[in-house]
Nanobody, 124 residues
């Protein structure tokens, strides 16, 4: 069992930056790839970024790769999503997820454990 807790969301203006954190507890953090997803109101959950167990195999979805960066610190059991130049269309609940079986998983089914999410709201 892995427990995940996201933080760092909030209300910001367009053009601002935020760094989301995902703190894990339970089984060894380095056993899991981490993914970030987001879900806007009335929309399906969509893939944002993923990072491999040791910090390699980083992949950010093409539409966000110029503004978002994923990283992790296995000593701190924490993954991060750095979001720059935020836009109103980035408004969503952001979730982190942990998966033991896939690298570069881009679908929710690739991850076994999920956090509760953190709200990001970007005003214009």
């Amino acid at each position: 069992q892995v427990m995940l807790a996201e933080s760092g969301g909030g209300l910001v203006q367009a053009g601002d930056s935020l760094r989301l954190s995902c703190v894990a507890s339970g089984r060894p953090f380095s056993n899991y790839a981490i993914g970030w997803f987001r879900q806007a109101l009335g929309q399906e959950r969509e893939f944002v970024a993923t990072i491999g167990r040791s910090g390699g195999d980083r992949y950010v979805t093409d539409s966000l790769s110029g503004r978002f960066t994923i990283s992790r610190d296995n000593v701190k059991n924490t993954a991060y999503l750095q979001m720059n130049s935020l836009k109103p269309e980035d408004t969503a609940v952001y979730y982190c997820a942990a998966g033991a079986y896939y690298t570069r998983g881009v679908r929710p089914v690739h991850y076994e454990y999920w956090g509760q999410g953190t709200q990001v709201t970007v005003s214009s």
